[in-house]
């Protein structure tokens, strides 16, 4: 697991998401432009605001974090 990874696999699934940024941020509690931070810079969002993006995704967290391939 790699945080490149992690930030690959959240921009895919944000992406592949029919939600755009500002409604994703809105919905786990961030602002779009943290949201953008957790997918380009060297930030790693909280356990608790991660489990809510894939809550929110319907992805599971091994996934976004590289311990699965599906």
Known sequence: MTLALIQIRLRECIKESPYTQKE???????????????????????????????QFLDVKSDYILGLCDY
Do not use: H, W
């Not at 919905?27 to 894939?54: H, W």
């Open 24 to 54: 994703i941020a809105a919905a786990i509690g961030v602002s779009p432009q943290t949201l953008s931070k957790y997918m380009r810079e060297n930030i790693f969002p909280a356990l608790d605001t991660l489990a809510k993006l894939c």
